[in-house]
T-cell receptor, first 113, second 114 residues
């Protein structure tokens, strides 16, 4: 079945780059997501990448996908205190035309001023 | 930018009571979903809904759960007889009809069962 693994915690200094890593198991994933959740808030879609892509860049965010190793990473350049949140890696499995998303446990990013 | 809206933001209910969580998906979206997140745990898929019927459901989505799209805008999740373990954050999501579109989530409803 589908499973998504990610580390629980990451601490970085303001201005440094953050790299959050994720591994997934389902090779038939159609695309992979990164969501951000601030305390008490909902799931904000940050970015997503199709499974036939290797990289996607969107302003300070860079997503790298290694399909061979089933490894996904999110790099946040020039990390700010406002980036402190939980970041969820998720894979979308397209079954029968529908799409079920499987989430990782979430990585808590702490940005130290 | 259009967004998924959920009401209420927090619902407190006595165990055994029925509860209905409401969602207004993005207007031109065709696929609708419910997920839940028990405190400290992963976000878990509950059910997907398309063309006025359930397309897939998880083991969590037992006979106590039902979904409905009563009109052209709302998408509801009903829990018939709530249990303590139903306490969680419930997220609604919707997706456009084309395959290369992501799911967009609402801010969630925190359900507390007493």
């Amino acid at each position: 079945g589908e499973d998504v693994e990610q580390s629980l915690f990451l601490s970085v200094r303001e201005g440094d780059s953050s790299v959050i890593n994720c591994t997934y198991t389902d090779s038939s994933s159609t695309y992979l997501y990164w969501y951000k959740q601030e305390p008490g808030a909902g799931l904000q879609l940050l970015t997503y990448i199709f499974s036939n892509m290797d990289m996607k860049q969107d302003q300070r965010l860079t997503v790298l996908l290694n399909k061979k190793d089933k490894h996904l990473s999110l790099r946040i350049a020039d990390t700010q205190t406002g980036d402190s949140a939980i970041y969820f890696c998720a894979e979308a499995f397209r079954g029968g035309g529908y799409q079920k998303v499987t989430f990782g446990i979430g990585t808590k990013l702490q940005v130290i001023p | 930018e259009p967004e998924v809206t959920q009401t209420p933001s927090h619902q407190v209910t006595q165990m055994g009571q029925e509860v209905i969580l409401r969602c207004v998906p993005i207007s031109n979206h065709l696929y609708f979903y419910w997920y839940r997140q028990i405190l400290g745990q992963k976000v878990e898929f509950l059910v997907s809904f398309y063309n006025n019927e359930i397309s897939e459901k998880s083991e969590i989505f037992d006979d106590q759960f039902s979904v409905e799209r009563p009109d052209g805008s709302n998408f509801t999740l009903k829990i018939r007889s709530t249990k303590l373990e139903d306490s969680a954050m419930y997220f609604c999501a919707s997706r456009a009809g084309m395959n290369n579109q992501p799911q967009h989530f609402g801010d969630g409803t925190r359900l507390s069962i007493l």
